[in-house]
Structure formats: C-alpha cells, structure tokens
C-alpha cells in the first residue's frame, strides 16, 4: 500500500489542495499525494526547508528502497500565500501545523478557499473546534493519522519509521463533526488513500481521544526520559509508567461519555484495568507495547522529544495537558499527566535536563 492507489486521486481532479504546515505529517502525506497526481502546494514558515523542495524536490524515504522518492511539488513560503488570491482557490487546506499554531495557521488559508472549500484538522490535539470557530463547523472535518510516525530530519527530506499500514492497520480516519458519513469525508479518505490506508469514521470525536490516549502514553514521556520509542516501550519501569498515563485517559474519556475503540491492538477497557493494578490486563497491553517496539525503527521518537531535542516549543499542553484539563472538569484523577505536563515544561524552561530520572518517583 506504501505506493498508493493513484486510482483514488481522479476524486481530487480538477482540486487544489494546501498543507497549511509542511513538517514531517504534511510534507509525507502532500508529498505522497502529489506524488500521485494530485494537484499539492506545500506551505510552512521554515525557509530552508521550502527552498530545499524548491531546489531538489522533496526527498521521501521509509524502512525499504522502494519507498525512496524524490517528489516535484509546489511549495510556498508563509509569506508568499497572498500570490494565491491571483490563482485558483484550495478547495481543500489540511492543517498540520503543531496545535498551538492552528489558529492562524486557519486564519491564514480561510480567506483563499474556494466558496464550497473544507479545512481539515490533520493534526495530533484536538483542534476542530478551534478551526470551526474561525470558518464554522460546517466547512471542517478532522483526520486522525495513526501508526504514521514521520520525522523531517533535513530541510526537503522526510522519512518514515515504522511499516506502511496498508491492509494491516487503518492509518488515516476522516470524519466530519457531526458524525455523518458525507460524500465529500469519502472523497478525502479516497484521496489519502494515495498515502496509506484511509476510512471513514462516523466516531470522530471518540477516535480522537482513543489517539490522544497512545499519543499521551508516549509523547510526554519520551520527552521527559530522553528515551527512543523502543526505549520507553522496553524499559519495565517506563513502560509501567506509560501503562498508567494511558488508565487515567481512558478513564477520562469514558467520563466524557465518549466510544472510545482500541488503539494498537489496546482495548480501552483493558488498558484501563492495567493501569488499576489487573495483573491479566497488564501482562497483555505489555505483550502488546513489547511486540509493536520490536517492528519500528529504533530512531523513532514522538513529535514531542523531537521538540525537546531541538529546542521548540512542545504542545504538550494540547496532549498530557489536556488529559489532565478535562480530568479536572470531569473529577476524574488525572495526577500523572499534570506532572508529565509540568515536568515537560520545566525542561522547556532549562530548569531541568531530560532523564530517566525524572520519572523515578511517579
């Protein structure tokens, strides 16, 4: 499936299409589309990067030769998306910037969609209601993208970490707001199925918090210890702790009165039972954290380390930070993401250096 279907874009034909954000999830999935046919303008804030896609292409790679690929693509400087009012409109603007950066990233791309134009959330926080407030909820749709695990380790150059999800794992879900299965959601599943594997959820809102569950496992954590995904994912003690981060999301979307559905192989309701101290329920989601660590590359690390590595800001407040906002509106213990939150912060701030250590007494 890596090679995509480019059956799916004819959907697109005729569409123009803007990745409001052009990082490691927007250059691979508008690079893999283009790739495909469809008709892509990459835009981002960072200027070494759009001049290198500018200069070579954009240089994509995977865990196998054949996912090598240097990609022809338009790509465009934040600076210079005015030149769009004298071309023809985005029928269709995937935002996928870092969270903080959505809602001028939306306020950016509005004013140049076309009249019956969407924006949809590709992104890892929950944004769609941030979007809908600036454009109304009727013009956005959300994606969620599991498994994907990309990294921009070069200006122009994108690789990825783990294996294609193809007919193994649904990488890409798409859904409207409202939870009805539209056309147009169709549509935009068909076309990132030129990526990956892509459906249809008529369960936005509780698919993105059963992502937010793994993404607050694991994000956070590996930003604290420093630790490689394998890393955290193969030390016991670190595990543990993830184990139980991922029991109190759970618990807190269950109190949202969300249908959560299992992530990675990792039933809600089991995950939440492990976290508790059920030893059955531990010893499987264990198996299942050990199993998943021996097929990614051992460089892959969550968006949120490779923030800390490189001196960004994280969005930690839009992952472990908003487990734990919506524990407190709930009355759900949500203990262990304020201190992941805080700790994160802290190493933001240059208090503190990344470690294991950090860790030992949560």
Not at 57 to 70: A, C
Not at 85 to 101: G, H, K, L, M
Not at 270 to 283: H, P, Q, Y
Not at 312 to 324: C, F, K, L, Q
Request: charged fraction near 20%.
């Amino acid at each position: 499936m890596i090679d995509g279907d480019t059956s799916n874009v004819v959907l697109a034909a005729g569409k123009r299409i803007a990745i409001v954000g052009a990082g490691a999830v927007g250059s691979y999935t508008g690079g893999r589309m283009a790739l495909a046919g469809a008709d892509v303008t990459l835009i981002d804030p960072w200027p070494a990067h759009i001049e290198a896609i500018r200069a070579q292409g954009l240089q994509l790679s995977g865990m196998t030769p054949e996912e090598s690929h240097t990609v022809k693509i338009k790509a465009m400087h934040v600076g210079d998306v005015q030149q769009i009012a004298r071309e023809q409109p985005i029928d269709i603007a995937f935002i996928c910037t870092i969270s903080y950066d959505t809602e001028w990233a939306t306020q950016l791309i509005r004013q140049y969609l076309a009249p019956d134009g969407v924006i949809v959330s590709l992104q890892n926080g929950i944004n769609e209601d941030a979007i809908a407030a600036h454009i109304g909820a009727d013009r956005v749709l959300g994606c969620i993208a599991s498994l994907i695990a990309v990294e921009l380790h070069a200006p122009g150059c994108v690789k990825r970490l783990v294996p294609a999800g193809g007919a193994h794992h649904t990488v890409f879900h798409v859904g409207e707001l409202d939870g009805r299965m539209s056309p147009r959601a169709e549509a935009i599943a068909a076309l990132l199925r030129a990526v990956d594997s892509a459906t249809v959820t008529a369960n936005l809102r509780g698919e993105r918090w059963s992502k937010l569950v793994v993404n607050s496992m694991r994000n956070g954590l590996s930003a604290v210890t420093g630790m490689t995904g394998n890393q955290r994912d193969l030390d016991a003690t670190v595990r543990w702790l993830g184990i139980r981060l991922g029991s109190q999301a759970v618990r807190v979307g269950q109190a949202l009165r969300l249908n959560l559905f299992a992530e990675q192989n990792m039933q809600p309701e089991t995950l939440a039972r492990a976290g508790e101290g059920d030893m059955a329920a531990r010893d499987e989601i264990e198996q299942l954290l050990t199993a998943f660590a021996h097929k990614r590359s051992d460089d892959q690390r969550p968006s949120t380390a490779h923030d800390i590595l490189r001196g960004r800001r994280t969005e930690i407040d839009y992952i472990n930070g908003y487990v734990a906002n919506k524990g407190r509106e709930t009355g759900v213990d949500a203990s262990l993401h304020v201190a992941i939150t805080e700790l994160v912060k802290k190493i933001e701030r240059g208090e503190l250096k990344p470690g294991p250590g950090l860790v030992a007494g949560l």
